[in-house]
């Protein structure tokens, strides 16, 4: 589930407007158990509100994206990619190559890369994406 927030508001804070296609994706953000497409949340979309096309679907992640409250990944081998409500940078994926399952790990992974970056090559990075792909447990057998 999404955090309890009061979409109307955090919106019209930063001069946007609540519309229908922006809540229903915010719902369907909120409710996903993992990474979905946005054809896949298109899909959820639709059985609630057949009027709401594609191009909205897009507009309304890109939105929120732009506002940190979702991010776009690109898991697996495919290239396509994958929205989920967003995260600190601190939890990482782990992508099993047979069948597709993401998992997010907490740690201070993310954070030692961060201060690698820094420290060794004086780059300061904003956003870290660390996926690591192989077989999850029921995959390895």
């Known amino acids: 589930m999404t955090d309890p927030i009061d979409l109307g508001a955090f919106l019209r804070q930063r001069g ?12 369907v953000l909120g409710a996903a158990r993992g990474h979905l497409t946005a054809e896949q949340i298109a899909t959820r ?9 594609l191009a909205s679907i897009y507009r309304s992640l890109t939105l929120f994206a732009e506002l940190g409250l979702a991010r776009e990944s690109i898991l697996g081998t495919d290239g396509a990619g994958r929205w989920e409500v967003a995260h600190p940078d601190d939890e990482f994926h782990l992508i ?14 993310v ?3 961060r201060s690698h970056l820094g ?3 004086a780059f300061k990075a904003a956003t870290i994406e660390l996926s690591v792909t192989g077989l999850c447990s029921s995959c390895v057998v």
Not at 17 to 27: E, K
Not at 46 to 53: E, L, T
Request: charged fraction near 30%; proline fraction near 2%.
């Open 16 to 27: 946007h407007r609540l519309t229908n296609p922006r809540r229903l994706v915010w719902d």
């Open 119 to 121: 420290n060794y090559h």
């Open 111 to 113: 954070e030692q890369v």
């Open 96 to 109: 099993c190559g047979r069948c597709g399952d993401v998992q997010h790990h907490g740690g201070d992974l």
């Open 45 to 53: 979309v639709g059985r609630r509100d057949s009027r709401i096309n």
